[in-house]
């Protein structure tokens, strides 16, 4: 079993920054592909970024493109989101997932086998 822990979310003005963290637990972290998504309220759940299990490869949904760095220190078992210029449509809660079994990235959340508890993020215009 996995155990994920996001932190680091709040309330921020448009054009702010937030740094998202997310902790793992329970197994080897450097076997896992990460994922952030995200949810609004009446949304559907939606792929963030993703980054692949030594970090060398990353995606990232065409909204946040320039503005979201995805990054990951396997010695601390954290996955990051940096959060630059930030819109009110990027309000929700974001969470951390993690895929066990795949080496690609994808962005469909079925293909995630652990999820966090969830982080809110609110952008005031």
């Known amino acids: 079993q996995v155990q994920l822990v996001e932190s680091g979310g709040g309330l921020v003005q448009a054009g702010g920054s937030l740094r998202l963290s997310c902790a793992a637990s329970?197994?080897?972290?450097?076997?896992?592909?990460m994922g952030w998504f995200r949810q609004a309220p009446g949304m559907e759940r939606e792929f963030v970024a993703g980054i692949s299990r030594n970090g060398g490869t990353t995606s990232y949904a065409d909204s946040v493109k320039g503005r979201f760095t995805i990054s990951r220190d396997n010695a601390k078992n954290t996955v990051y989101l940096q959060m630059n210029s930030l819109k009110p449509e990027d309000t929700a809660a974001y969470y951390c997932?993690?895929?066990?079994?795949?080496?690609?990235?994808?962005?469909?959340?079925?293909?995630?086998?652990?999820w966090g508890q969830g982080t809110q993020v609110t952008v005031s215009s």
């Open positions: 997932a993690a895929d066990r079994l795949r080496y690609q990235i994808y962005k469909n959340s079925q293909n995630y086998d652990y």
């Open positions: 329970g197994r080897t972290f450097n076997s896992m592909t």
